[in-house]
Each structure stands twice: as structure tokens, then as C-alpha cells.
């Protein structure tokens, strides 16, 4: 019998497990006689193979999400597949600095589901189909404030033909009337796109510059004129009123 490697070595017995002279016995090609030594050689070599080959594979999926993460094409994709199952379209000219800190951190993290999730409620769009009742400038000093232009001018349509998707942030305020009025305003750049009046219930107020179809937008009327602006130039082919119109 071989001698025991361990004492040869460090000049220690072994511990008596014939591990060392088994391992020694398979580099002699001798398989019987490590089988005799040592019979769990044969369990714990294919243990070992599996343990390193697992571990080389975590590590090369490691390397490889390091290296998606770091690469600006792939990161892009990701977004337009969460956009796309989000159904936000590129029309709405959605970028990472308009999506929710929890959103973006998905995008990062490669979680599509919860990415799609968040977009879905960070994204504000609307969609409206049917008659537009009326449409008209105000000029009265709130809108002028809450708009930051000379005017508002505003569109007029039922409740149920507008389709909003997304969550907005809304503002209640009193007018001179003694109406309610509320305002809704994108959760991400703050720009206003509805109104409503408890004066006029079942109508919501479309701001006009949210729209795509721009040849829609065609005033009917100005609304307290007497706090326009001075520099502004009232179109003459349709009325205008000092305050709101009496009510017939």
C-alpha cells in the first residue's frame, strides 16, 4: 500500500479517512484500489464538478447583468418594452426624467413587470371622443396664474367622452361666483390639463394646449375680458364679456 501522503508531507498521520490516498490512487490510475480506500470518492468528486460549474455560471450571469446595466442600448430597449406593454406610445415623448423614482429604479433593477406597473400610473394621458359643447378664452387672474400665459382657453366636453389613464394632482379652489372649481395637474411637470365647475356638473374642461388635434381648438367666446392682459388682442369676430356670460 502507498504511504500515507500527509505523513510524508508534514510528517502528521492522517486522520484516517483515506481521502488523501483514494485522491492519490485516481492520479495512479488505480480506480479499484481508490474504490477500496475510500468509496465516497466517487460521490464527492462529481459534488465537487457540480459546485464549481454552478458557481462559475452565477458568476458569469453576474458579469453579464454588470455589463446590460452599464450599457446605455440595452437599458433603452428594456424601457421601450416596459413603455410598450405600458402602452405609452413614443408620442408621448417619455423619458427616464418623467418617470417616478420607484420606476426608474425597476428599470434599472431589469423588473419589466414592476416597471410596466409604475408606468402606468406615472403616465397621464387621456383620450377623448365626442362633441365638444363649447370652447372659449378666459382671462380671469386665476387662470392667468395657474396657466402662467395672458389666458386659458378651455374646451368643454362631456364627463364620459374623456378617458383619463394615469393619476393627475387636483387643486379646489373658490371663484367670485361662489362655484367650486378643481384643477387637475400632470403628477410629473405640473402643466394643467383639466378643469371642472360644479357650476357646469357632467362637463369636464380640457386645457388646449394638452391636445394633439390643435385644428379642434377654435374659441367660441372671451371670458372676463375687463382682467385681460392689455397687450392682448381680442378677436373681434366672436363676443366677449367682462365677466362670465348671463346664464339664459
Same mark, same amino acid.
Given at each position: 500500500?502507498?504511504?500515507?501522503?500527509?505523513?510524508?508531507? %508534514? +510528517?502528521? &498521520?492522517?486522520?484516517?479517512? +483515506?481521502?488523501?490516498?483514494?485522491?492519490?490512487?485516481? #492520479?495512479?490510475?488505480? #480506480?479499484?484500489?481508490? %474504490?477500496?480506500?475510500?468509496?465516497?470518492?466517487?460521490?464527492?468528486?462529481?459534488?465537487?464538478?457540480?459546485?464549481? /460549474?454552478?458557481?462559475?455560471?452565477?458568476?458569469?450571469?453576474?458579469?453579464?447583468?454588470?455589463?446590460?446595466?452599464?450599457?446605455?442600448? /440595452?437599458?433603452?430597449? #428594456?424601457?421601450?418594452? @416596459?413603455?410598450?406593454? @405600458?402602452?405609452?406610445?413614443?408620442?408621448?415623448?417619455?423619458?427616464?426624467?418623467?418617470?417616478?423614482?420607484?420606476?426608474? $429604479? =425597476?428599470?434599472? &433593477?431589469?423588473?419589466? !413587470?414592476?416597471?410596466?406597473?409604475?408606468?402606468?400610473? *406615472?403616465?397621464?394621458?387621456?383620450?377623448?371622443?365626442?362633441?365638444?359643447?363649447?370652447?372659449?378664452?378666459?382671462?380671469?387672474? !386665476?387662470?392667468?396664474? *395657474?396657466?402662467?400665459?395672458?389666458?386659458?382657453?378651455?374646451?368643454?366636453? $362631456? &364627463?364620459?367622452?374623456?378617458?383619463?389613464?394615469?393619476?393627475?394632482?387636483?387643486?379646489?379652489?373658490? *371663484?367670485?361666483?361662489?362655484?367650486?372649481?378643481?384643477? !387637475?395637474?400632470?403628477?410629473?411637470?405640473?402643466?394643467?390639463?383639466?378643469?371642472?365647475? *360644479? +357650476?357646469?356638473?357632467?362637463?369636464?374642461?380640457? $386645457?388646449?394646449?394638452?391636445?394633439?388635434? /390643435?385644428?379642434?381648438?377654435?374659441?367660441?367666446?372671451?371670458?372676463?375680458?375687463?382682467?385681460?392682459?392689455? =397687450?392682448?388682442?381680442?378677436?373681434?369676430?366672436?363676443?366677449?364679456? !367682462? $365677466?362670465?356670460?348671463?346664464?339664459?
Amino acid at each position: 500500500m502507498m504511504p500515507c501522503l500527509s505523513k510524508s508531507v %508534514w +510528517g502528521v &498521520d492522517c486522520p484516517g479517512c +483515506g481521502l488523501q490516498r483514494a485522491v492519490a490512487f485516481l #492520479f495512479e490510475g488505480e #480506480f479499484a484500489a481508490a %474504490w477500496n480506500m475510500w468509496p465516497a470518492i466517487y460521490t464527492v468528486i462529481p459534488l465537487f464538478a457540480f459546485i464549481f /460549474k454552478l458557481s462559475s455560471e452565477i458568476l458569469f450571469k453576474m458579469s453579464r447583468l454588470q455589463s446590460e446595466n452599464n450599457n446605455p442600448e /440595452k437599458a433603452n430597449l #428594456f424601457l421601450e418594452e @416596459a413603455m410598450y406593454q @405600458a402602452e405609452v406610445s413614443k408620442n408621448d415623448q417619455v423619458s427616464s426624467s418623467v418617470l417616478s423614482t420607484k420606476a426608474q $429604479k =425597476c428599470i434599472e &433593477d431589469r423588473n419589466l !413587470d414592476q416597471a410596466v406597473e409604475y408606468l402606468t400610473q *406615472v403616465i397621464e394621458k387621456f383620450e377623448a371622443n365626442g362633441d365638444i359643447a363649447m370652447q372659449g378664452n378666459c382671462h380671469c387672474t !386665476d387662470c392667468q396664474q *395657474v396657466s402662467g400665459s395672458a389666458y386659458a382657453t378651455l374646451l368643454f366636453m $362631456k &364627463d364620459e367622452d374623456v378617458k383619463i389613464t394615469g393619476e393627475t394632482k387636483r387643486f379646489q379652489h373658490t *371663484v367670485d361666483s361662489g362655484n367650486a372649481l378643481t384643477k !387637475d395637474f400632470c403628477g410629473n411637470c405640473g402643466s394643467q390639463m383639466f378643469g371642472g365647475n *360644479v +357650476g357646469r356638473p357632467g362637463m369636464t374642461a380640457i $386645457k388646449a394646449g394638452v391636445i394633439n388635434e /390643435k385644428s379642434e381648438v377654435n374659441p367660441q367666446f372671451n371670458v372676463y375680458a375687463s382682467s385681460k392682459i392689455p =397687450c392682448t388682442i381680442l378677436d373681434e369676430s366672436i363676443p366677449a364679456f !367682462d $365677466k362670465m356670460p348671463p346664464q339664459s
